[in-house]
């Protein structure tokens, strides 16, 4: 089954205490993206990367780090949690051949940072 | 500046009725392209449609409907006969292809949908 597959689910940490959110899609899709989606904010683009050379920062990319090692994988890592990355994040993956294909989303992380 | 406004905050209907979702949105790129998302209860995120600027036909998929008109930059999302399960939030968005073109999505704040039994 094609898909976006994001892991954990679920995550309650602590202040300071780095993580990674991993995020896997087995679609062979070039494009791949992290959002995180927040009460009257919306969904806002954190990172993004075009292919496994390009990679950069979206609109709210402070306190997070990604990376693009092989096409599947795309990582968040988060190295010094704070209470304001509580959130819902999703990964998103598309062909992005040159034009604009939708994105595919993961099933979301809910992230409490406490 | 690009920005994707739905107006609705949350429209509560009766099973059975036709409900029609706004989406207005503003680019200066004669390129982009636009997108309506379904968030179910559940949480995840389920792509719908994507159109973009070139192709302003409206489209029909089975009870959804989309009516994208550039003279007023708006991409209307229908659902006829409403059912239950059709409650969510849905969310617009844009993307733009010009110089900036990073692949972002940029949403709209969503809007709310309660179908009544």
């Known amino acids: 089954e094609a898909q976006v597959t994001q892991n954990p689910r679920y995550l309650i940490t602590v202040t300071g205490k780095k993580l990674t959110v991993t995020c896997s899609q087995n679609?062979?899709?070039?494009?791949m993206s992290w959002y995180r989606q927040d009460p009257g904010l919306g969904l806002r683009q954190i990172y993004y990367s075009m292919n496994v050379e390009v990679t950069d920062k979206g609109d709210v990319p402070e306190g997070y780090k990604v990376s693009r090692k092989e096409k599947r994988n795309f990582p968040l890592i988060l190295e010094s949690p704070s209470p304001n990355q509580t959130s819902l994040y999703f990964c998103?993956?598309?062909?992005?051949?040159?034009?604009?294909?939708?994105?595919?989303f993961g099933p979301g992380t809910r992230l409490t940072v406490t | 500046a690009q920005k994707v406004t739905q107006a609705q905050t949350e429209i509560s209907v009766v099973e059975k009725e036709d409900v029609t979702l706004d989406c207005v949105y503003e680019t200066r790129d004669t390129t982009y392209y636009l997108f309506w998302y379904k968030q179910p209860p559940s949480g995840e995120l389920v792509f719908l449609i994507r159109r973009n600027s070139f192709d302003e036909q409206n489209e029909i998929s089975g009870r959804y409907s989309w009516n994208f008109q550039k003279s007023t930059s708006s991409f209307n999302f229908t659902i006829t006969a409403s059912q239950v399960v059709d409650s969510a939030v849905y969310f617009c968005a844009l993307s733009e292809y010009g110089s900036s073109n990073t692949g972002k999505l940029i949403f709209g704040q969503g809007t709310t949908l309660q179908v009544k039994p």
């Open positions: 998103a993956s598309s062909p992005y051949t040159g034009t604009t294909y939708e994105q595919y």
């Open positions: 679609m062979n899709h070039e494009y």
